[in-house]
């Protein structure tokens, strides 16, 4: 259902802009197309009740009828972008609606000329008889209304009633979930205490809150474990948990026709006086919470809550303290090979040799849930008999795949497609387009984030809307409900990339499968239907798998990984309507067919073997993102580039030249990779910093620095003047002359990211960071930056920066602190680094004991650099006790190397010092209650 919903949404402003009154419409298309959209906006209405509904429980007549309008809807969107390409349209490509605006005031009365205009004419005719009648189907067999509900088994259940010898391994996260409710000999004394265990389905969440609860519940006065589940009866829950404190008190309270007030009322008095242990199971909505959390008073001393959810932002909301979350982690490598061994074998200990790397295998895919390893073994292990060695390899080669049909597992895949039926809308055809990628794939958050905006799946009617922020807040989300994992988490907590587990892709691409969204080609069995279907999102996967049978006319999207067969693919030139074309570590040379790809607004080029971009690439009106960071020996792009109006996106390799005139790309938002000035070529991309001044869209800048000329210089100061909504600007610099963001620059004010790293250095913190222009840089939270001086003012400045999560701030003279006998070390303020989680400071006098109490309140990695000399004075606090996040210190203990004649004896005081300085650093790091890591690394100066 939300892949036929997700078609008509970017649809529908399309079709409202060709009836705003501004051109001409033959009479009998514009009475279609108000038609249509009356139509359309009928079935959208319908589809999200029926979305509703799992689908499982919908009759086959609806998911043909919603198959029906998705096909209508794909079909209908091409219509339009064919003759938005003939009239030769550009216009604002995040909205639709606007963009079609502009086309038309170019075309009135085109509909009426030539053989191509009345082709569509005649096809727009066509489509709205369509949609007639599926309207009629609609109304004539009541297809939404054919929701029969069947009674099915809750599988979370079932975790409420293991036996405690069932549960290999789970002492010790029970255990650490006891201490955070009950540690200290004075809890009894403390106030209520919630603490939340979050989680994706299948980590035992329940199972692990139960066994909690069932150890610890004696200790209280009373208690009660009630879930909550995705649809609750508010008051069903509190009479569960009226019934659970007290049964013969309560035996009656499910006849009693009670209000929620008098519920909690009734609870508040109950729980009065009372120490009490209370467990709230898989809370999917804070409003829920926020009902239910009014009956329980804070100041019920030695009274304690545990809630569990799989949404993170749920957990934060049940909890007054980050620290009181418990996040569920995956099971170790050991205890999953137990619990897998014990299921399988009955036995904890062994493994048959035959068995033993297929085992391996298939634990790795099950990536320590709990749940896919009880699933898996139970199958291996049907009906009290080991299967076969090739069944346990069939097995693992399902896995990840969407064909794993086996009975045993559909308990497994219940809880996970919990998880998915409650996405929004929006969302769905979002986690399910990560079928594309193969298992254990890296998925880089900005590439996703543009596939999804150039497939249709992020759109918006508001002009002020940036699609892209739409895109990164659906990131966020299928983050904060543990449909994805993240990875690569940088300095200032951004999640840069994410994984799928290898059981929750198994479930979206069968789900992909049902719902013909994503075809899959990689020599497994789904390629056989291909022929016999419409085939939209194509993903080419590693393996020997031929293309040549694919129906390309309908295909809308196409990436390939890793396969030597794309050389053979001018089948691709036949899809006519292809938006997404990605050619991932590719052997291909020749793309010369781009070019007639003409609604393409996403290509990817990852093959070493392209040398030059087809001139008809300037024909790609509507392309948004063009990516060839791949293309190591792609010298330059041809000047057509420069009509690409709609394009948002650039990333190119530094050895790739630019033409001029790119000044026309208004419309850019990210430019990366570029170099200016290169050792072969000093006026390699000149052009281009002159012409910034004009993309003042651009959000994110990123270029190597290689240019000595003074005036192109001024020239890009001039041009980051005028570059107000950067918010991140990234420059390598690479000559040690590189100060070219002087003292008149002012910083935009959405400035996130600043970074200098490079072989460069400004002479001291640069003018543009001071007292008055904190205001500036108020949104600024990574800095990296390096310096040839340290002032002591400087600390205090960077300190004052209000959301500054990470700093790497570093002095490029080395040698002078060789010469310097004594150190005087920077002052911190008590209020400075807020909202700091990492700190480096290279050969720069900072220590942990630098910061006063109440500075640094959040830092959780520090990184220093010293003499170690400095290091192994009696007289230097190492100490790091007022820091109380911190979980990780790196120091560089720098030392001089003697010269041969005095070898033996400069050696051994060298070795002195340096060992007392790592004991000392040692010690101090033990002192301090978190006991953080700490790694030393020795040096010797320049």
């Known amino acids: 259902m939300e892949i036929a919903m997700g078609a008509i949404g970017p649809l529908l402003p399309k079709l409202t802009s060709l009836l705003v009154g501004e051109f001409t419409l033959e009479k009998r298309v514009k009475k279609g197309i108000e038609s249509l959209v009356t139509e359309l906006t009928l079935m959208h209405a319908a589809l999200r009740t029926v979305a509703k509904v799992p689908p499982e429980e919908l009759g086959e007549g609806v998911k043909i009828w919603a198959g029906k309008v998705k096909e209508l809807s794909y079909q209908m969107e091409d219509i339009i972008d064919t003759f938005m390409v003939h009239v030769e349209g550009g216009g604002e490509a995040a909205n639709p609606k606007n963009r079609v605006k502009n086309l038309l005031k170019k075309t009135i009365k085109l509909f009426k000329k030539g053989k191509s205009l009345h082709g569509i004419s005649d096809a727009l005719e066509e489509a709205v008889g369509q949609a007639k009648q599926l309207a009629e189907l609609r109304q004539r067999y009541e297809l939404v209304h054919q929701t029969p509900v069947s009674a099915s088994i809750d599988p979370r259940v079932m975790a409420l009633y293991k036996d405690v010898t069932e549960l290999i391994g789970i002492e010790d996260t029970r255990d650490e979930l006891i201490n955070m409710l009950i540690g200290g000999d004075d809890w009894l004394n403390h106030p209520l205490k919630v603490i939340s265990i979050v989680g994706f389905g299948g980590l035992g969440k329940t199972t692990l809150a139960k066994a909690a609860y069932d150890k610890i519940k004696v200790q209280f006065d009373c208690s009660a474990f009630v879930s909550v589940s995705q649809n609750p009866d508010m008051r069903k829950i509190l009479k569960d948990i009226l019934f659970e404190l007290d049964k013969n008190k309560y035996a009656n309270i499910y006849n009693a026709v009670r209000e929620e007030k008098h519920l909690i009322d009734e609870l508040i008095e109950f729980l009065n006086n009372k120490r009490y242990l209370i467990v709230i199971d898989d809370i999917w909505d804070k409003k829920v919470w926020e009902v239910i959390k009014c009956a329980f008073s804070k100041k019920s001393f030695g009274s304690r809550l545990i809630t569990t959810s799989r949404i993170v932002s749920v957990s934060e909301a049940c909890c007054s303290s980050g620290d009181d979350i418990y996040r569920m982690r995956a099971l170790s490598n050991d205890v999953s090979r137990r619990l897998f061994y014990k299921r399988v074998f009955s036995h904890e200990q062994g493994c048959p040799q035959e068995f033993l790397q297929v085992s391996e295998d298939i634990l790795k895919k099950c990536g320590g849930v709990p749940l896919a390893i009880i699933t898996i073994a139970s199958l291996l292990a049907s009906n009290c008999q080991i299967k076969t060695k090739d069944q346990w390899h069939g097995l693992l080669n399902s896995i990840g795949h969407g064909l794993t049909e086996d009975r045993s597992l559909e308990e497994m895949k219940k809880i996970l497609l919990f998880s998915y039926y409650d996405l929004p809308f929006h969302l769905k055809p979002c986690l399910l387009y990560l079928s594309i990628f193969p298992e254990d794939h890296k998925i880089m958050r900005d590439e996703l984030i543009w596939r999804w905006i150039a497939e249709g799946f992020v759109y918006s009617e508001k002009q002020e809307a940036s699609l892209y922020e739409l895109g990164d807040s659906y990131f966020n989300e299928l983050i904060n409900r543990n449909m994805i994992q993240p990875i690569d988490i940088n300095e200032d907590g951004r999640v840069e990339a994410c994984r799928v587990h290898d059981m929750v892709l198994d479930t979206i691409c069968s789900l992909s499968s049902e719902e013909n969204f994503v075809t899959i080609l990689d020599g497994t069995r789904r390629n056989v239907p291909i022929s016999q279907s419409r085939v939209h999102i194509l993903s080419i996967q590693k393996g020997n798998v031929d293309v040549a049978t694919t129906n390309m006319a309908q295909v809308r999207s196409v990436t390939v990984f890793e396969n030597d067969n794309v050389h053979h693919m001018p089948l691709v030139s036949s899809s006519r309507v292809l938006r997404v074309l990605a050619l991932e570590d590719c052997t291909v040379s020749d793309i010369g067919y781009v070019g007639s790809l003409v609604h393409l607004r996403y290509l990817r080029v990852g093959s070493k073997n392209i040398k030059k971009l087809p001139v008809d690439i300037g024909k790609l009106y509507f392309l948004q993102t063009l990516d060839l960071r791949g293309t190591c020996n792609l010298e330059n792009l041809p000047s057509s580039i420069v009509s690409l109006r709609n394009l948002k996106c650039l990333y190119i390799n530094g050895r790739t030249e630019l033409p001029s005139g790119m000044d026309n790309l208004t419309t850019l938002e990210v430019i990366h990779g570029l170099q200016v000035g290169h050792a072969w070529n000093e006026n390699h991309n000149l052009d281009i910093v002159k012409e910034l001044c004009h993309l003042t869209k651009l959000r994110v800048l990123m270029f190597i620095w290689s240019c000595m000329h003074e005036s192109t210089k001024k020239a890009l100061m001039e041009s980051l003047s005028n570059l107000h909504n950067l918010e991140s600007l990234h420059i390598k610099p690479y000559n040690e002359s590189f100060d070219p963001v002087d003292e008149g620059w002012v910083p935009p004010p959405q400035l996130r990211r600043l970074s200098f790293a490079g072989l460069g250095s400004f002479q001291t913190l640069p003018a543009w960071i001071n007292l008055s222009s904190l205001h500036l840089l108020s949104c600024l939270s990574c800095l990296v930056i390096e310096v040839f001086e340290v002032r002591p003012e400087d600390i205090r400045l960077l300190g004052m920066l209000p959301t500054l999560r990470y700093l790497n701030f570093e002095i490029n003279a080395i040698e ?104 000392a650093l040692k010690a101090a790091a033990s002192d301090h209650p978190n006991r953080p890591d700490l790694h030393i690394d020795r040096s010797t100066f320049w």
Do not use: C
């Not at 900072?846 to 640094?856: C, K, W, Y």
């Open 816 to 919: 002078s602190l060789s010469q310097q006998g004594a150190v005087e070390m920077l002052v911190v303020t008590a209020d400075a680094f807020p909202h700091a989680t990492k700190l480096s400071f290279r050969n720069i006098p900072v220590l942990p004991s630098t910061f006063p109490r109440g500075a640094a309140p959040r830092l959780k990695h520090l990184e220093s650099g010293f003499p170690a000399r400095w290091i192994s004075r009696d007289d230097l606090d190492l100490g790091m006790g007022h820091l109380p996040s911190l979980e990780n210190v790196e120091f560089e203990l720098w030392y001089e190397e003697s010269s041969d004649s005095e070898v033996n004896e400069a050696e051994e005081s060298t070795n002195s010092e340096v060992n007392k300085a790592e004991v």
